[in-house]
């Protein structure tokens, strides 16, 4: 049971508005509490903090405003102690422009870490090498240092990427990961990996490559062998866990990732559920059977054997319950546990962004100075402010995409600073705390906080729940998700209403409910034999069931 805590916003133990480590320290009981076995945790490395914390100035080192060396050790012996294991970020498709690697580099063709970096001269005209476009915005090469040459960067220009096919760059990374490892960190969630390898070619793209650059780059000739060499020379000699950021992958391609045979990684995410509804920077309609769909066609790639993560928001994603719940107060707590349900009772190790088990919502931002997301505002910048977009039109699409919605600071009490400090936070506290805290469901019954505890302590008691097959048994249906897992004997069927009316649901006919095991509403909904559940708006119910 993954946790992930982003340290910025989780908790300030000094009172200058940043989450650090200390304050994680802090509340290690509390994750203990929930149910939580790993915590990943988000960048804690030396950074200037152009993009949060991923782009990464010094990789031995801790971010000051997190802390120190021997505050990162006090929390990781605390996580042992309470039996959590650390898992933290690998950033190595890029790094900061001031790391001293590429200070080096951007002194010139003969520099020491020159081909640490991927240069290119321009083309005649005065153009970038190609025209790859970078996911922050703008063009994916910028001109730097003596020469004219350009650098390569996926993301903002502060971020070079590093070259992959340089075996220095490779061994580098290598005695960064055992540097952690040896630290006691048990693995790595590896940021964008599938994004290391290039086509050192640089062909100008396609309209249809444009279209889809997570695709495009993300299909580079050598990330299967260099997942491979670093199994070999580092992962394999640790007991560890890892998960792959699987930007622009597949789920037909999740084996070559993840299969056992291959020694690359253990899982990865896909993000074709979390993007169910988004179109660009726009959002569009989605229907509950898209998202069934989508987890059917991921189950049925991985096959019997295969494994993944499942979650459903992050720190570059909305809000869960804003996102495919319902936030209005009505309905708020009834769809975050729906949604919980749902995600925790699914097939694959689960992930849990901070707050989520609160119900956490997206803040209420009405203008762009709000934001502090760099492609919050580079998208601004280039739709808004060179006129191709109403500023209105763009508010409304960063309300609800923006991932400045889940970096908010974690709400901990209803009090100012909401908990999280007792400075001036660094990006502002969403004002519905004063309802929405973890104080308060701590010592409610009903609250979204208590029903995560029951769900996470049900997985952890019932290895169907891990292991057992998944099957999607009315994939048509546009209110119910009904799906059912089954490893020998031991069968349970989840039943999720995801609208806001009472639906009286058939089971299938050699379906019968026996036994239920935990309910959103708390009441029973159902009889031992019954064939039919009435559901009330956005609840959600585990059965036992035996077959006719």
Do not use: C
């Not at 925790?344 to 100075?369: H, K, S, V």
């Not at 019932?462 to 999607?472: A, E, I, K, N, R």
């Amino acid at each position: 049971m993954v946790y992930q805590v982003y340290p910025r916003s989780f908790a300030d133990s000094n009172g200058d508005g940043i989450g650090d480590l200390n304050g994680i320290t802090a509340h290690l009981d509390y994750l203990k509490k929930l149910g939580v076995t790993v915590v990943w945790l988000s960048p804690h490395f030396d950074s200037p903090n152009v993009d949060n914390g991923y782009d990464i100035r010094d990789y031995r080192k801790v971010m000051a405003e997190f802390g120190t060396m021997a505050d990162f050790d006090r929390m990781l012996a605390g996580m042992r102690a309470r039996g959590i294991r650390l898992v933290i970020d690998l950033v190595v498709n890029h790094t900061s422009d001031q790391h001293a690697w590429f200070r080096d580099a951007v002194t010139g063709p003969g520099a020491t870490h020159r081909d640490d970096y991927i240069w290119r001269p321009g083309k005649a005209d005065g153009l970038p090498p190609n025209n790859a476009t970078a996911f922050f915005g703008g063009s994916a090469w910028t001109k730097a240092g003596p020469g004219g040459d350009y650098y390569l960067h996926y993301f903002a220009p502060q971020q070079p990427d590093l070259n992959w096919d340089n075996p220095k760059v490779r061994q580098n990374v290598y005695d960064v990961m055992r540097f952690w490892l040896d630290k006691g960190v048990s693995g790595f969630r590896m940021d964008v990996i599938p994004l290391i390898s290039k086509d050192q070619a640089f062909p100008d793209l396609t309209a249809a490559q444009l279209a889809d650059t997570a695709a495009t780059y993300a299909h580079g000739p050598h990330t299967h062998d260099y997942l491979r060499e670093m199994n070999r020379e580092v992962l394999s000699h640790y007991d560890t866990m890892t998960v792959g950021e699987a930007i622009g992958i597949s789920d037909a391609e999740d084996g070559k990732f993840t299969a056992a045979d291959r020694h690359e990684l253990n899982m990865i995410f896909h993000f074709d559920a979390s993007n169910v509804d988004r179109d660009g920077w726009r959002t569009k309609p989605w229907a509950l059977p898209e998202l069934k769909a989508i987890y059917d066609r991921l189950y049925g790639a991985l096959g019997k054997d295969g494994w993944t993560a499942t979650f459903l928001t992050n720190h570059d994603k909305p809000r869960a319950v804003s996102h495919f719940g319902d936030d209005a107060p009505r309905w708020r707590v009834a769809s975050a546990k729906a949604l919980a349900t749902m995600s925790l009772m699914q097939r694959g190790t689960p992930f849990i962004y901070q707050g989520d088990e609160l119900g956490m919502t997206n803040y209420p931002f009405t203008a762009i100075d709000q934001y502090n997301d760099i492609s919050a505002k580079n998208l601004w910048h280039e739709q808004v402010e060179e006129g191709h977009v109403a500023p209105a039109e763009m508010l409304a699409a960063l309300a609800k995409t923006s991932r400045d919605n889940s970096r908010t600071p974690m709400q901990w009490t209803a009090g100012k600073g909401a908990g999280f400090t007792q400075g001036v936070p660094w990006l502002a506290i969403n004002p519905n705390h004063v309802t929405i805290n973890a104080q308060a469901e701590e010592s409610d019954a009903g609250s979204v906080l208590s029903y995560y505890r029951e769900l996470i302590a049900l997985r952890a008691r019932m290895p169907v729940l891990v292991s057992g097959d998944y099957q999607d048994i009315d994939p048509g249906n546009r209110d119910i998700y009904a799906f059912t897992r089954k490893i020998g004997d031991d069968r349970l069927v989840v039943l999720i209403n995801f609208s806001e009316h009472v639906v009286d649901y058939a089971l299938p006919s050699t379906l019968r409910l026996k036994e239920r095991l935990i309910d959103s509403v708390g009441a029973a909904s159902a009889m031992a034999g019954a064939g039919h559940v009435a559901l009330q708006p956005w609840q959600a119910a585990v059965y036992r069931y035996e077959s006719q």
